[in-house]
């Protein structure tokens, strides 16, 4: 394995721990597009998926029992419905289409995080139950296709008007099951190399630090400022990807 991949294994492993340890979902969808830069998209799909399960389960840890269950019940019929309309794309489209479409969702993920609070003000919002099986249906989609399945929850949950706590362990919820249920569609799909998940084991230890130096340095870092550093990244990875 050539030394840029490892280098690039590393750091996607230890985004994933730190931004599953509390700093943040937006750290978290630049492991996909930085993997996609050094190794074939459908690879990176299925490589990264054990490495986000591992770190859900110290999530969902860490804010046990703090989740809305309604707001969970909502997401996740919807959630099974894009998945599975992901999966079908996935095993009809060529990498270079993936790795096209995955610079495209993350750029888009980015301009959302960018007028985040713009489209927010803006909108005028009365809640229906429909709204939550939307918001999973894209979250599904696009999770399946990138593991970017966070801005339509985010959208979602933030126009519920919860609170920041019920907040996070919702979502760390959510993505916990919904990985569980990509792993029949993905298994399908043959996106699990098991030669190359064995030779890449050692991510999850870097993951596992990650959570926990995330833990520690939550609250102690301005959100603004690395949120800043990785939407700048994000963007970079975006376009990388679609103009390479």
Do not use: C
Not at 186 to 196: N, P, Q, T
Request: overall charge positive.
């Amino acid at each position: 394995m050539e030394p840029n991949v490892i280098f690039v294994a590393a750091s996607v492993a230890l985004l994933i721990g730190l931004s599953k340890g509390g700093l943040g979902g937006t750290m978290g969808v630049l492991a996909t597009p930085l993997m996609a830069l050094v190794m074939p998209a459908d690879q990176v799909i299925g490589l990264l998926l054990p490495v986000l399960m591992f770190a859900d389960v110290f999530a969902v840890a860490f804010h046990w029992g703090h989740w809305h269950r309604g707001y969970v019940i909502l997401l996740l019929p919807g959630g099974v419905l894009g998945v599975t309309i992901g999966t079908f794309f996935i095993t009809n489209a060529p990498t270079e289409t993936l790795q096209l479409l995955l610079g495209v969702i993350v750029l888009l993920f980015a301009l959302y995080k960018i007028f985040e609070k713009q489209l927010l003000r803006w909108l005028t919002y009365r809640p229906h139950n429909w709204h939550g099986v939307a918001a999973g249906t894209v979250a599904g989609f696009s999770s399946a296709l990138a593991h970017t399945g966070a801005p339509p929850v985010s959208i979602y949950l933030l126009l519920q008007k919860v609170t920041p706590r019920v907040f996070i362990a919702t979502n760390a919820l959510f993505f916990a099951i919904l990985n569980w249920i990509k792993v029949p569609y993905y298994s399908y799909a043959g996106l699990f190399d098991l030669a190359l998940l064995r030779q890449m084991a050692w991510m999850l230890p870097i993951a596992l630090v990650g959570v926990w130096a995330g833990r520690g340095l939550a609250g102690k870092i301005k959100p603004q400022q690395y949120e800043q550093l990785i939407l700048a990244l994000l963007i970079i990875s975006a376009l990388l990807l679609i103009f390479s």
